[in-house]
């Protein structure tokens, strides 16, 4: 994503270091570099798509670890329970801490997955947002472009006239 913000930075900076066009507020541009940052956003927005990607797959194994980890948990909990139960005097005891280890252990499970959910949600937004701010950007960066090489274009056509009516 820091790649995609630099290049846009770039996009900014020759913008802002081009040649103004005379009596006008326009300036003007060297059309293949804009291209050629343009099609470097291109190729690293995927890369930065990937990277959601790759966060959500990270949630999901967290999510599996985190029942993995439940249920072996519960799973010793209940051996641990079997063992106590042969003690005819702690079996009570036994039976009320195997209850509590294993509502314990699904309540850190149910907490482990809400809080890997609620991350990969937060980290999701962050790259749509960032995404959206970046296409508006570019819209933006389009029509100001293009209002620029039509006003310039503009001033070609009047001049030429102008040329053409001296010039009789």
Request: hydrophobic letters at 40%; a negative charge.
């Amino acid at each position: 994503m820091d790649a995609v913000l630099k290049l846009l930075d770039e996009l900014e900076d020759v913008l802002d270091q081009s040649r103004a066009v005379p009596f006008s507020s326009k300036v003007a541009i060297d059309k293949d570099e804009i291209y050629d940052i343009i099609a470097e956003i291109r190729l690293r927005l995927p890369n930065d798509i990937k990277q959601s990607k790759f966060i959500v797959q990270e949630r999901n194994k967290i999510l599996i670890d985190a029942q993995n980890e439940a249920k072996e948990i519960e799973k010793s909990a209940e051996e641990k329970l079997a063992r106590l139960v042969d003690e005819h005097e702690i079996t009570k005891a036994a039976y009320t801490q195997s209850t509590d280890i294993i509502e314990k252990s699904k309540k850190n499970a149910k907490e482990m997955r809400i809080g890997a959910t609620e991350y990969a949600d937060e980290v999701l937004a962050m790259a749509e947002s960032r995404l959206k701010e970046m296409m508006e950007n570019l819209r933006r960066e389009s029509i100001d472009i293009d209002d620029f090489f039509n006003h310039s274009l503009d001033v070609i056509y009047e001049n030429r006239q102008e040329l053409r009516g001296t010039n009789r």
